[in-house]
C-alpha cells in the first residue's frame, strides 16, 4: 500500500537471512573536516598524512569511528526503525583501513531471534559487515536489539549467538605497513608508549562538552542516519530529541586524546552499552580504565584493551551498590587500540 | 559615497540588462559532505561514486540542490536585498552534472518589470544561469520578486514575461549517460519504479525534522547567502530568524527519500512558492503528491512530475477554504525528477 | 603522575625555549567547505579556483585565517591552558599560500618573559612559526599571554622582547605569481580599488549575525582548539562558554566583505586586542578604519592597512573618554592585506 518504509518488526527476520542495506556512501575530506568540527578529535594519525606517513601508512586514513558510523548508519533502516533498545555490541573488528574516496556498503545477517516472553517484541542478534568499492571487508560486528513486534504471534524457535567476550588479542588485525619504530611522541601529543600504562589504571579526560541540539543532529544525519526520535522534538513529551549513542562514542573517543593520546587506531569492539540516555544541555565528561595490554607483530605496534566510559558524574564511578549503570553515565565502551611500545 | 553594497531598488533595473553576480565558487567534497550533515538526504546517486558510475556517469554529482543554492546565492546581492518578496520560480531546467571541482558562477537578464499600483515596489523578472568553468550552463530559472523603490517615481512601461506553467517533459535534459536499465532498487533503498507511482498519489513521507537556528545559518552561509533577516537576531521585533526558503526545499526533498528515493535528480522546476515564513524550533514534516509521468529517451529513465510540500501540519492539506495556502503550509514546489522505468 | 595534560605555568618557560606543538594537521576542500558554512565569507580569491587562477595562482589558496587559525591551535595545549588573558599579537606575516592537501605544523620560541609584581602570574611572549610538509614556513607571529604560577616563586630576569608595531610595508610577502593586472572587479564584487581607500575613511560593514553555541564550538573544534572554557557550560556560575577570539576575527574579517570585497589576501598582523568577552546570543557587527595603504612590488598589487573592529555597538566607536575600550568593543585587529591599485 504505502510506499515509505516502516521498518522490520521482529516477527519479518529469520534466522540466516542477509540483508544488504542500502545508500552507498563515498566518503572524502568533507567527512574528515566535519568529524573535526564535531567532536574535539586530535589523533595525530587521522589528523596528518605527514604523521601518517612516517607510521608506514599511504596517507592519514579515514577516523575508524567514521567507518564505523557510516556502516551503523546504513543498518538502521533495516534493524533499529522499530527497535525499543539497542542492547550491546560484541566481536566488532576494524579489518581494513578507509580512505578518502573510498566508497562504503553494508550487509547483515541475522544471527539470533529470541522471542520475549510477553510475546510483544523479541531480540535480534545481526553480525553486520562494512565492505569498500573493492568488496574488501573493512568493518564487522554483531550488535543486538530489541525490536517490537508487529503484532503478537507465536515465537521462532530461539537461537542466541555463542559470542566472545574480547575479541582475542592474537587476532587482531593490524594495517598494512604500520610501523610505530620511529613514532613521533611529540607530534604525537604525550610521552606515554603502552609500557607506561598499568593494567586497572583509570584516566580521568579531564575535559567536558555541553552537548548542543544542532551539534548532535549534524553528526547524526553526517552517517545518514535518519531516525526520527534524534530529530523530532514532538516524539517526546518534553520536546527533547534523544542524542545518537554514536555520538556520545565519537564524543568520549576524542575527549580521551587528553592521558590516552597514543591509542591511535581502535581495531576491535568487544563490548558496549548505551548505559543512559544524553540530551542537549548536558555536559559530557570521559574516562578510561586500562584492562589489559597485547602484542602485535607489527614493529613498534602494541594493543592496549580499554574501557572508556562517557559521564555527566565523576572519573571511576560506573555501578551503584545493586550493579547497575549509575544514573550518570552514558557510555561503557570495551575495545582494543594500538599503541607504541 | 559609501564603500558598502545596499543592493539594487526597483527603478535600478533595466529591461533586458544582463547582471554577472560575483564571487564564482569552487564546489569539492567538503560541500556535499556538509549537504549531508545539513540535510537528511540519503539519494544513492549523490551518496556514492560506485552507484553513480553503475547507472552510467563518471562518478556522484554534487546534488542538484547545491547547483541551485550555490547559483541563487550569488543573484541575492543584486535581485534580492530589497525585496519584499520572493514570489515565484519558473522555468528551471538543470542542463548539466555539476562535479566536485567544478567553479559555478551567475548570470541574470532582467526579462520582466511591473511596479505597483502604490507606487513603492515593483516586480522583477530575471531568468538566472549559472555557468561552471568551461561556460557550460548548468542550470537556468527564472524567478520574480517584489522589490521597494528607493524613492516614488515613473512606473516604467509593464512587461510580464510569458513563462510555461510547466517544463515540457520532451525538453527535460538527461545527463550524458545516465541508464537505469541496471539499477540495483536494494541499493537505492526502495522497490518503487516509475509504473508503481499513480498520478493524483499522495505519499507521506513520514519524518520530521525540529530546525534549529545555527543548523539554517550554517546552510545559508555554506551558499554564500548573506541576507541579513536570515543571520541578525535584532532585524525582527520576536528576535527571531527568517529561515531561507532553500533552507525548506532541501529539507523536504530529502525527507522524501522516504517513500521517494528513486526520484533520483531534478531536471526541472516547474513552479514553487514559500507558502509561509520558518523559524526555529518548528518541525518541518513533507509530503508529496504525484503530478504526471513521462518518458525520456534515454535506456530505462522515466520523469516524474511532483509536489513537494513542506508543512508544519498534515500530509494532503495544502489549501483552505478560501484558496489560500493553510498557515501551516511552508512550502510548495513543482518539480520533475529522472526515476527508473 | 598523570597522564593528562595540565599545561604549562609560568614557572615551566624558559627563554629561548622550542617548542614544537603536537597533531600536524592536514587540511582539504572540506575545512573551506566548513570555512564558508561558519562565516559569511566570499573573497573570491578563496572562494574560486578559476579567480585565483585570473590572478597568477595555480588554484585558490585556503583562507589566511585558516591557516592561522590551525596553527594557532596547535598552540594552545602548550601556551595557553593556564592563561588569564591573552594580551596581543605582533609582527605577523603570512609567508606563502596553504592549499589544499598541505600539512601544517607548529613551532614557538619564548622570546620574552616578565613575572607580574604579585607572584602568581607572568607574561609570556612566543614567536609561532606555521610550517607546511615541506618544512616551508607559512605563518610567522608573536602574541604574548598573561600565564598562572604552579606556585609562588623567584622571579626570572625580566626580558621583554623589542616588538615592531607595524609590520613595514616593505616587507610584506606577496605570494608567487600574484598578479591584479587583469583583475575582475565585477566578479570581486565591489569596483572599489585602493586608490578610492582614503586614510582614516571608517567603512561600516553594514551586516550582523548573532552567535550560537552550536557555531562557536564547531569551529573552534575545526582548529583543535580543545580549551575547555569554550565547550563546557559549567566552567562559569552563569553556565556561558566565552567565545574563542580568534572566531570572533574570522565572523568580522567575513563581514568586512560588504565595502573591503577587494582586500583580498590578509600577508601581516600588525596588533589585536580582544576587547571584551563575546557569548552566545550577542549580535556582532563590523567596521574598519583605513590607516595606511602601501606599494608592493607584484604587478598591480598594492597593500592597505586597516583597522577591523567587531562590536555589539556602533561603527566608529571605538574607546571612551578614559581610554578604555567601550564595552561592546569585542575586537580590534590592525593588519596589513593585498588589494588591486
Known amino acids: 500500500m504505502t510506499k515509505t518504509n516502516a521498518g522490520r518488526f521482529f516477527e519479518d527476520y529469520r534466522l540466516g537471512e542477509v540483508i544488504d542495506h542500502a545508500v552507498p556512501r563515498t566518503l572524502s575530506g568533507g567527512e574528515r573536516a566535519l568529524y573535526h568540527a564535531l567532536y574535539p578529535a586530535r589523533g595525530a594519525l587521522y589528523s596528518s598524512d605527514a604523521f601518517a606517513a612516517d607510521c608506514g601508512l599511504p596517507a592519514a586514513p579515514l577516523d575508524d569511528l567514521i567507518a564505523f558510523h557510516t556502516v551503523f548508519g546504513k543498518t538502521v533502516p533495516d534493524v533499529s526503525l522499530n527497535a525499543v533498545a539497542n542492547l550491546g555490541y560484541a566481536e566488532g573488528r576494524w579489518l581494513a583501513p578507509v580512505w578518502p574516496g573510498d566508497t562504503l556498503r553494508a550487509q547483515s545477517e541475522v544471527i539470533g531471534l529470541k522471542q520475549n516472553s510477553n510475546g510483544k517484541s523479541g531480540v535480534v542478534w545481526v553480525r553486520t559487515r562494512g565492505l569498500n568499492q573493492h568488496g574488501t571487508e573493512v568493518l564487522s560486528y554483531v550488535r543486538w536489539v530489541m525490536v517490537r513486534r508487529r503484532a503478537p504471534g507465536e515465537a521462532p524457535q530461539a537461537v542466541i549467538p555463542d559470542l566472545a567476550s574480547v575479541v582475542p588479542p592474537e587476532t587482531l588485525v593490524v594495517p598494512d605497513g604500520l610501523d610505530f619504530t620511529g613514532y613521533d611522541f611529540g607530534l604525537a601529543g ?70 590516552l593520546a597514543n591509542a591511535q587506531l581502535i581495531v576491535a569492539l568487544n563490548a558496549g552499552a548505551h548505559a543512559n540516555p544524553c540530551f542537549s544541555g548536558d555536559t559530557v565528561r570521559a574516562w578510561s580504565e586500562v584492562l589489559a595490554t597485547a602484542e602485535t607483530k607489527a614493529p613498534g605496534v602494541g594493543a592496549v584493551r580499554l574501557r572508556l566510559v562517557a559521564t555527566k558524574g565523576e572519573a571511576g564511578a560506573l555501578r551503584g551498590a545493586d550493579g547497575k549503570y549509575l544514573s550518570d553515565v552514558l557510555l561503557d565502551l570495551d575495545f582494543w587500540a594500538l599503541m607504541p611500545v
Not at 548542543?212 to 545518514?224: D, I, K, V
Not at 530529541?241 to 568520549?252: F, M
Open 190 to 259: 604525550e610521552p606515554h608508549r603502552l609500557s607506561d600504562y598499568s593494567v586497572g589504571e583509570i584516566i580521568d579526560h579531564v575535559d567536558g562538552v555541553t552537548v548542543e541540539e544542532a551539534e548532535h543532529m549534524l553528526a547524526t544525519r553526517l552517517w545518514q542516519n535518519t531516525a526520527k526520535v534524534h530529530f523530532d522534538a514532538t516524539q517526546r513529551d518534553d520536546g527533547k530529541r534523544l542524542i545518537y549513542g554514536g555520538h556520545l562514542i565519537s564524543l568520549a573517543r576524542a575527549l580521551s586524546f587528553n592521558g
